[in-house]
Structure formats: C-alpha cells, structure tokens
C-alpha cells in the first residue's frame, strides 16, 4: 500500500518543520485573533499548528476563536450560538433548540465517500474515491467558505483524557451549534495538553467542517455541495455545506471510521471500536457490563437506558488489558446524541426527566416548539394546535408529523440517575458480553447466546436489519448491518472480520475473562411468526419495557446461573426462568404463549439466512475458513433437526429434540 507520510494518521516531528516557516504559520493565525485566542496559541505545537494554518488558509475565516473548554469559552460558544440564530432559547433555562434544513436530516450516505490510494481497499458496503481527485474536490468547495465567518478550534479526547486508547482529535468549525454540541458530547482538552497527547500517541485526528451560506433561516443553503469526505491515509475529513450533526459533528462517526481503520493497521486483534453502548447491571453483588451493538435507530440508547450503571449509548472502544487479561472499554464520547421519538414517561422515564428538568443543558433539533416548550412524536402528551418546527411553521390540521423521525436531543450523560462515574476512568469497565441486533422482524429468536467466539463473530456478522430514520432516503428494506458497524469501517470486510477473531484468540485475554457474544432480536413482528387472527393488528410481538428483562437474563447465562437451551445457532433461555423475571423485574405477567412465539426456530427463515449469508461473504476477498465452517454447521444442524421436528421448532420440542440425540 502506498503511503507517503508514513504511519497513517502519523503527525509530523517539530524538526520537520522549518522554523521561519513555522513563525510565518504563526504571524498569519495571530492576525485573526484577539489577544487573548494569541495567548492560547502558545500552548500549540508545531505538528498542531500546521493544520490549522492550512484550515485558515484555505478557508479564508474573518477570524479565529480557540476553544479550550474552560467555562468563558463555553459562555461564548452559547452566545455566538443564540445570537447568530444557529440555535433558539426554549422556556426553560439552559434549553435551547436547532432546526436542520428539510433536507440535512440524517447521515448522507450518496455523498459519504472515504478517499484513499488506488490500491487500498475499501468495504465493498461503502463508497470510496482516489484519495487526490477526492481531495482536490474537497478543498475546492472549502475555498473561502468561512468567508465573513469565525473558525473554531476545539482540542477533543476522544475517550476519558489519559486513556491509552483515547484519540487525540482537532475540530475546524465554523459551527457555534457543532461545538456548543461537542461540548456536551466530548472531553475538551487544554492547548498544551492536546499537543502533549499527540506527541504521546504519534497521530490525532484532523476535521475540517463549514455549514457553508446559511439561509435566512440559518439552515445550509448549498445541499448540492454537501459532501463528507475522509481521507483514511491520514485521517483527515473533510465535511461542507451541512448542519445535521450525524454528518458535521466528525468526532462522532467520521473519526470512528479512522478509529476503526487504526486498528486494523496498528493494533490488529489487540484492540476494537464499536457501534455499541456500554452499560452495567446489578447482579447481586456485581455489576455486569455489556457493549450492545445494534443499527441506528433500532434501540440502542433505549436498551442502554435500562442499564442501572450507564457508561455510554452509543460507541465503544475495546482494548486488553495486560496485567489482568480482561477486556475492558470506555466510552469515547461524555454525552449522548439521542433519538427523541417514542421517549416517554412509560419507556424512557430517565431520560425523560432529565428532558423536562428544570436546569440541565439540552439541545433538542428538529422538534416542534410550542410557546417555548419543546414536543416529539411519541411523547405520550397531547400536541398543541399550532407551532414551529424545522419545516415552518405548524398546524395539527396539517395532516404533518410534528417532529423529523429522527428528531435528536443532546445531552450530558452526567446528568442520568443511573450515570456511572466509572465513565471517566481511563481504565475503563470489564466487558462481560457483547450482543448483536438491528431490527429483524422475521427471523432469530429474540436472543440466542453464541456457542464460542467464532460463533460470536458470526451473530455479529450476519446481522441484517431494517433501514430507519438516520439515513437520508431510508425506506425501512432490510439490508446487511454487519456488527451494526458496517457504515462506519472503512477497510475491507474479511480485514474486519478477520481482525475480530484475532481479537477473541489474543493470548493476552484470559479467557476466562472472554465476554459472552449474544445475537438480539426485539423486533419479531406477529406476522412473522404466524398467521394473524382475524382482525388482529400487526406489531411487535412484545413489548419495549421488556428489554429490562432481556439484559438481565443474558447476565444470568453469562454468569452461568441459569440453565439453558442447547439450538443449532446458540443457547436459548428458558420460560422457567424469565416468567418469575418479568413479574420481579417489570411487574408483567408473561405467557408461554408469547414466549414460544419469541423462542421458536423458524427453521426454513434460518436457514434462508444463513444461504444468505454464506452468498454474501463468499464474495468478500480474504474471508478466513473458520467462519464458514461455522454457518456450515448451523446449517447442517437445522437441516437435521427440521428433518426430526418439522419446519417450526418451540423450546419444548427443542429440549426433547436435545434429549433424544444428546448433541455434542
């Protein structure tokens, strides 16, 4: 592979740099700043410098401000907000509101593309472009587009400050909603700091974002020149003319991708970046954490809600560590950008009251607002007759939803009853299982415990789930979601797969310490698993509060205290034992009924699946041997039992089939 600048992402010594050159970087940043942004420039190294002094050149900013995350900067950061009408004041103090165009409401994944070399390859689910072409397009529509604007300069970690994994990562905006944002979401780092950290590490992150000519309405004007643009050479983006956070706020999932990346380069089966919460259980006495990697949009921030000791909703970094040989993980952000719909009193109690709270920090986009007060889809209230949201202004006589479907609050996970303080210790938590799921209306029982590692990297693999809300032109077809992670690693999928089951095979993990893998399904819909009765609506054959439950059974198989059920493509629990769950845990009684319909094999769906799957990765150069032999055998194993117990297998058929053939 080509690589001109060595290590990717490798940041340049200060003896590369020339010092009457570097003093000419300086003279020019110090021309657009006040005295006291000069002050903090001091604190910058060389290798920091430099892109920022190609940002400003480029760019062609009015001025410059430099964030550093102390109190006065934030004061300012809120005020250029309001007062550019970037975001609005709702009623309640500390909450204010941000509308994104009509158009600039979810990831934009037509113009989403990642530049690299001829010959480095590139997930066959994504988009890539040569990595010149690519960056002469990129800077070519950045050109002066901070004319008449102030660029701000954030220092983020990436991860708890100090964390060996933590990714040192500079923000170039000309956003005050972006890094009003960032500020809830990330750990700001002083100038000093961030330089010491980069030295430290020998890389960082460089993002370059402009929301490009604001309408009257403050939304981006230029949509056709929307682009997201990352350069995984040296993981540098390039984001322009938009506002939707998904797309502008790059420490979120454009520096994933370049997390993932590094990995697979430097730290191969040493270390992982996931599309996951983190979140702890009580379990007598010990709390068990999970990672939960499920597809936008499918319940992540809700599941990891139920969690009594909450670390994160949405990303994951995953490491070993080497004195105990556990596997451990920290959450790279502070904060959570959240979906708002369907956050109710009955679902989503905690989060609510933080939303409604008098004097915690809320930014809500994309909403109806209401004589100051905020409203979404699902809130379990009344809407009021008129109103405004980012399409104009509303009427309930409209026919109109109130609020974009993917309607987002951002807040400070901090301020969650069940925060974990845990969340800023660099040595992170002990993970104890993983799990899988994206929105699978027909197929795996609604959980399924891998039977080993391999067995995990296949649940995570052959997730398929429903598209949803966060993309643009999402029209709810199913496709491939591979560990939930699959629109944000850029490399090849057997390099991912590969790098998973080296992960798992690390002799530095004890494996007594190897967490559990699970495949979830939440999402069974009564269609897909038999016929309706007659005038019987469709819908989720149970319930979204049931997850409490859900966790809390996979922590009792993890730790080996429950029985379970011995399938072809993993464990099952056992009614037994989630019956008295539901009662102590939900107060809801739960039928066998219900829990038959959620627990059978659907054989012939299963198999189809894994036809499916076995297809699609055949085609993926590089795949290792082991991961077939496991579909195989799934496959071979349902054939069987089909063979024995029909089409349709319940649990109880399951236990008799097991006790008569006694496999393995």
């Given amino acids: 592979m080509k690589n001109t600048t060595g290590t990717p992402g490798q940041t340049r010594s200060k003896m590369d740099v020339d010092i009457s050159r570097l003093e000419m970087m300086r003279t020019y940043l110090v021309s657009l700043m006040d005295a006291s942004n000069q002050e903090k420039l001091m604190g910058l190294s060389p290798e920091v410098i430099i892109p920022i002094y190609n940002g400003a050149t480029r760019m062609s900013p009015a001025s410059i401000f430099i964030n550093t995350g102390s109190a006065e900067d934030i004061a300012y950061v809120r005020e250029q907000a309001l007062e550019l009408g970037e975001e609005f004041h709702l009623a309640k103090a500390n909450h204010t509101c941000h509308f994104d165009g009509p158009n600039d409401q979810g990831r934009d994944t037509a113009n989403t593309k990642y530049l690299a070399y001829t010959d480095t390859e590139i997930s066959s689910l994504q988009k890539k472009e040569e990595l010149h072409a690519g960056v002469v397009e990129a800077r070519n529509i950045i050109t002066d587009i901070m004319k008449r604007k102030e660029m701000v300069i954030s220092f983020i970690s990436r991860g708890p400050v100090g964390c060996p994994v933590s990714d040192p990562t500079l923000q170039v905006t000309d956003s005050f909603y972006v890094t009003h944002s960032e500020f809830l979401l990330y750990r700001m780092m002083s100038p000093k700091a961030f330089s010491d950290d980069v030295a430290k590490k020998g890389y960082m992150f460089i993002n370059y974002h402009s929301a490009g000519r604001l309408t009257e309405t403050k939304v981006s004007a230029d949509l056709n020149q929307r682009r997201i643009y990352m350069d995984v050479e040296r993981f540098r983006s390039y984001s322009s003319n938009n506002q939707y956070a998904g797309n502008s706020i790059a420490p979120k999932k454009i520096n994933h991708r370049f997390a993932n990346m590094n990995n697979i380069r430097n730290h191969f089966g040493e270390r992982l970046d996931e599309h996951m919460f983190i979140a702890g259980f009580e379990m007598g006495d010990e709390v068990v954490y999970f990672g939960g990697a499920y597809p936008s949009g499918c319940g992540k921030t809700g599941t990891a809600m139920t969690g009594t000791h909450l670390v994160g909703d949405d990303l994951a970094k995953i490491f070993i560590e080497p004195e105990s040989g556990e596997v451990r993980a920290v959450n790279p952000e502070k904060g959570m950008f959240g979906i708002i719909e369907g956050v109710n009193q009955q679902d989503d109690p905690e989060t609510l009251k933080v939303l409604e709270g008098e004097g915690n920090e809320v930014i809500f986009s994309n909403l109806l607002v209401s004589e100051g007060r905020p409203y979404w889809n699902g809130m379990g209230e009344p809407f009021p007759r008129k109103g405004r949201n980012f399409l104009g202004e509303w009427s309930s006589q409209a026919g109109t939803l109130a609020s974009h479907k993917n309607a987002r609050f951002t807040i400070s996970l901090d301020t969650l009853e069940n925060y974990d303080s845990a969340t800023e210790d660099p040595a992170g938590v002990k993970l104890s299982g993983l799990l899988f799921g994206g929105r699978d209306y027909t197929t795996m029982p609604t959980i399924v415990m891998a039977h080993d590692w391999m067995s995990t990297v296949v649940h995570g693999a052959i997730i398929r789930s429903a598209t949803t809300a966060t993309e643009i032109g999402a029209d709810g077809s199913e496709k491939r979601s591979p560990y939930a992670n699959e629109a944000f690693f850029p490399g090849p999928l057997a390099h991912y797969i590969n790098h998973y089951k080296a992960f798992g095979e690390n002799p530095a993990i004890n494996q007594d310490n190897l967490p559990s893998g699970f495949q979830v399904n939440y ?142």
């Fill in 523 to 664: 999402w069974l819909h009564k269609s897909g698993r038999g016929s309706l009765a007659p005038g019987e609506a469709d819908g989720l054959v149970g319930e979204k509060r049931d997850t409490k439950v859900w966790m809390r059974i996979m922590a009792l198989m993890h730790q080996g205290k429950v029985e379970s059920i011995w399938t072809p493509i993993g464990r099952i629990p056992r009614y037994e034992d989630l019956q008295p769950l539901f009662t102590e845990v939900i107060n809801k009684e739960y039928s066998k009924e219900i829990y038959t319909k959620q627990f059978s094999l659907y054989v012939d769906n299963l198999v189809e699946r894994i036809d499916m799957s076995i297809t699609e990765f055949s085609k993926e150069k590089g795949m290792n041997d082991a991961f077939f032999r496991v579909l195989s055998t799934w496959r071979r194993d349902l054939i069987a039992l089909k063979a024995s117990a029909g089409s349709i297998v319940t649990p109880d058929e399951m236990i008799a089939y097991v006790a008569a053939n006694q496999p393995r």
